[in-house]
């Protein structure tokens, strides 16, 4: 079938498109079919639908240097053939300028350089919600939609980052910079979001041509849109844990999240993997940037010789994780080599048992000016507070295992932290939970009222350590993470 410019305004009208409408529109010519007169009949199609009243806009991206006069656009042909009509005017953007033509297009594509990001507040694309615009999608689905950047700017999405740009300033030839924030990508899914705007009722889908097109409010997506991304910041991303972009971008979301807490998120070394580039890789995918050495290959860190050690420690540095402490699988460790190496390394603690400290470590630790965190196995609450008291040292302190205690038939929460004089010596605390028959759960799911407790630290403004240390055994550190994070989604 020869599609005519009749038909295509036949089915324009039938989309929604009135005169007096301003358009932005993202198109493939090859999905309208064949389009007697090509890019430019399309182009006419639209202006006519529009009349005198309306605006046409099409995004203009385009790479470095720009040149508003000689940059094309890599969007595709109707957009291209349109930036260079008579008449057609161009926003003035090194990275996602917008071309213009019509009753409006002077002031939606004003000022676009003096806006701090691409696609955010100010820019056409937000403009153009501000004045009741609509978005066509001429045969491309919502990823082609840079609007869609727009709002991940509005909702200040963590993910996005800073960019320099450079153009070609009319006004003295001279090449010249911009730094732009929100600057979107790599991946994201957009697509996902089609399905809101359908239920919304705020999108018509129907054929121009043969292309299947979508016709959108553009206020209205503004709406639905930022809703989504307060209920979930990655509502635009894909779930596919093999896309290392949006894994990425997801461990960006953590991050930020955390920024706002007053507790560190730690991990412990073996938890999370057995080398550690791939101990480094799991924590930095939950925005986790503080470790607490256990074991690294399989090998006690007690064991590590000074030269491996500073290695281990400089490679960390260099990734911008801290090391929160050393400790040992083993209640009969080397804690003073542990001790010794924490100095070492600048590592501020060691964690050992309640009943594996003794006098002896704990000036040795004075020495060397490391603290010590007592972590309860099978003492009860009092018999811990009473330790702590009698040892009445500045470098000594507790870190609570919720799961432990429940282990010997006392509630956490309930028990331990609203009536004992333990809490204040609390300085560490590991999201481990369990059933009072000691078996280990996920957070949230055992007898230890880790909810509880995590809430009411965050509460009293703790900030200390938070420590992920799953059972090996039962699930691997990301299901351990996800269900500290769901809690968290729950508070
Ligand atoms: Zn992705």
Redesign the pocket.
């Known amino acids: 079938m020869i599609v005519t410019k009749q038909i295509l305004m036949r089915d324009l009208k039938r989309l929604g498109v009135k005169a007096g409408d301003a358009v932005l529109a993202h198109s493939a010519l090859s999905a309208i079919g064949q389009v007697r007169g090509g890019a430019n009949t399309v182009i006419d199609a639209l202006l006519e639908s529009l009349g005198p009243k309306g605006t046409l806009l099409m995004p203009a991206l385009s790479g470095n240097v720009f040149d508003i006069k000689k940059s094309p656009t890599w969007v595709g042909l109707i957009p291209e053939v349109f930036r260079r009509r008579k008449g057609v005017l161009r926003s003035f953007h090194p990275t996602h300028s917008v071309t213009a033509f019509g009753a409006r297009a002077t002031e939606l594509i004003a000022d676009h350089l003096k806006c701090p990001t691409p696609c955010g507040e100010g820019t056409p694309y937000v403009k153009l919600m501000d004045i009741g615009g609509k978005i066509l999608l001429l045969g491309v689905d919502q990823d082609r939609s840079t609007s869609l950047h727009s709002l991940e700017s509005l909702a200040r999405a963590p993910y996005l980052s800073t960019i320099t740009r450079q153009y070609r300033d009319p006004a003295d030839g001279k090449t010249k910079s911009v730094t732009l924030r929100d600057y979107p990508g790599p991946?994201?899914?957009f697509i996902q979001l089609d399905r809101l705007f359908r239920e919304a009722g705020i999108m018509k889908i129907g054929k121009v041509g043969q292309a299947v097109s979508r016709l959108i409010d553009a206020a209205g997506m503004r709406e639905v849109g930022l809703r989504a991304l307060r209920e979930n910041p990655a509502a635009c991303?894909?779930g596919?844990p093999n896309?290392a972009?949006?894994v990425g971008q997801r461990a960006a979301i953590k991050r930020h999240r955390l920024s706002q807490e007053d507790f560190q998120l730690s991990a412990v070394s073996d938890c999370a993997g057995h080398g550690i580039e791939e101990i480094i890789a799991t924590i930095e995918h939950e925005g986790i940037q503080h470790l607490e050495l256990r074991k690294v290959n399989g090998r006690e860190f007690a064991a590590f010789t000074d030269q491996e050690a500073r290695a281990i420690a400089a490679r960390l540095r260099a990734r911008g994780i801290r090391v929160t402490a050393l400790t040992a699988t083993l209640p009969n460790a080397d804690w003073n080599r542990l001790i010794d190496l924490a100095a070492l390394i600048r590592a501020p603690a060691v964690v050992l048992p309640f009943d594996a400290c003794n006098p002896e470590f704990i000036r040795r630790a004075r020495r060397r000016r490391v603290q010590l965190r007592l972590e309860n196995f099978r003492e009860n609450s009092a018999a811990c507070a009473e330790q702590l008291k009698a040892i009445g040292q500045k470098q000594v302190s507790c870190a609570f295992n919720a799961a432990h205690f429940a282990a010997v038939a006392q509630h956490p929460f309930l028990g331990i932290y609203m009536k004992s004089p333990l809490k204040r010596f609390v300085t560490q605390f590991y999201v481990n939970d369990g059933t009072f028959a000691g078996e280990p759960t996920l957070p949230g799911q055992g007898n230890a009222e880790i909810k509880e407790l995590i809430s009411i630290l965050r509460c009293a403004s703790f900030n200390g350590l938070m420590t992920l240390k799953p059972a090996r055994t039962l699930h691997s550190f990301a299901t351990h993470a996800e269900a500290f994070w769901k809690l968290l989604d729950t508070m």
């Open positions: 991946h994201r899914d991303l894909c596919n896309c972009d949006c």
